[in-house]
T-cell receptor, first 114, second 112 residues
């Protein structure tokens, strides 16, 4: 199947700093990508839908100014957690929609904010 | 998006068949049913998708009754490596490509 990668796989940062997470579709073009967050022992929660060349659509309760999403090309979407705080520590997962409409998930990025 | 209800956890033994049932009473006419598997600290992996009756692939079968208000994922002869969380999702059109709402999932533990 198609491959989606994320970078970095894990990151530790100090409170107040910003962290950028990349999501790439390696062997297909994705006009739409999705960002999820998952806390320990909980399910995935959709944060936003990222559309190439346009603004992201955020789910209710997700602060768009805190979680900046950029989808500048058909193979790359980035999520920047601005002014990160310990409560932002979580597992961030992206997915990309293939041309056949199937959605492929990345391996996730573990963010720890000290 | 239709809400789904699954058992929180299930236990099984190696070599047994495991059936996980998901309720989705408010499923819409054009909704598909999709199941994903997730291992700890990994992204979800697509298992199977169906609309009605029965679908089978190399890893699982999906049974959907005529009223489509529930579905059952069947894993034949599970092994220890099948220990994971299994999510049932329903959604608009071809679900896997649209916004996905994950429910709580079912933690399957396969014992030796």
């Amino acid at each position: 199947g198609a491959v989606v990668s994320q970078h970095p796989s894990w990151v530790i940062c100090k409170s107040g700093t910003s962290v950028k997470i990349e999501c790439r579709s390696l062997d297909f073009q994705a006009t739409t990508m999705f960002w999820y967050r998952q806390f320990p022992k909980q399910s995935l929660m959709l944060m936003a839908t990222s559309n190439e060349g346009s603004k992201a659509t955020y789910e209710q309760g997700v602060e768009k100014d805190k979680f900046l999403i950029n989808h500048a090309s058909l193979t790359l979407s980035t999520l920047t957690v601005t002014s990160a705080h310990p409560e932002d520590s979580s597992f961030y997962i992206c997915s990309a929609r293939h041309q056949n409409n199937e959605q492929f998930f990345g391996p996730g990025t573990r963010l720890t904010v000290l | 998006l239709a809400k789904t209800t699954q058992p929180i956890s299930m236990d099984s033994y190696e070599g047994q068949e495991v059936n996980i049932t998901c309720s989705h009473n408010n499923i819409a006419t054009n909704d598909y049913i999709t199941w994903y598997q997730q291992f700890p600290s990994q992204g979800p992996r697509f298992i199977i998708q169906g609309y009605k009756t029965k679908v089978t692939n190399e890893v699982a079968s999906l049974f959907i009754p005529a009223d489509r208000k529930s579905s059952t994922l069947s894993l034949p002869r599970v092994s220890l490596s099948d220990t994971a969380v299994y999510y049932c999702l329903v959604g608009d059109g071809e679900t896997s490509g649209s916004r996905l709402t994950f429910g709580e999932g079912t933690q399957l533990t396969v014992n030796p």
